[in-house]
């Protein structure tokens, strides 16, 4: 196992962070084009302030679909007790900590901002690439 990080596999902030004041079905497609079960969500600031997973989600748009009522947004449903991490965590710890908590996508902050996040397959591939990294050649 080498020396990599979280800060090394992950993904940008500006790619994957939600905005409080989106709407479900933009949160939808957002994470729908990212592969994605989940994203964290950011202040003006860059600051980390939430979370908001599919799961969240999907109540809420069945209540939306069925009054054809499309007024939710991310602050209505996301997440404010948070799992995050360092992004100089080894790609092991990572897991172990992902593992350990049931987190898909694990934002990664320095100082009090988001600078990315990394997803439990990100983390997979990493490990993946690590052990055929190791096998012998026959």
């Known amino acids: 196992m ?3 990080t979280a800060r090394n596999i992950m993904r ?5 962070s939600l905005k409080p004041d989106m709407s479900l079905d933009k949160v939808s497609d ?3 084009k990212l592969h994605l079960p989940g994203a964290p ?3 003006q600031n860059g600051a ?12 809420q748009l069945m209540q939306s679909s069925y009054y054809c009522d499309n007024a939710s947004l991310v602050e209505d449903v ?3 007790k948070l799992i995050f991490s360092k992004p100089d965590i080894a790609v092991i710890d990572l897991a172990s ?3 350990n908590n049931k987190v898909n996508v694990m934002p990664i902050v320095e100082g009090n901002k988001l600078i ?9 591939r990493e490990l993946v690439s690590d052990m055929e990294a190791c096998k012998v050649p026959v």
């Open 97 to 99: 900590l992902m593992n």
């Open 2 to 4: 080498d020396s990599r």
């Open 116 to 124: 990315g996040a990394v997803s439990r397959g990100d983390v997979m």
């Open 41 to 43: 969500v950011t202040d």
């Open 48 to 59: 980390l302030i939430g979370y908001v997973s599919e799961y969240d989600c999907l109540q």
């Open 78 to 80: 996301m997440s404010t």
């Open 30 to 32: 957002h994470l729908s």
């Open 12 to 16: 940008p902030a500006e790619v994957i």
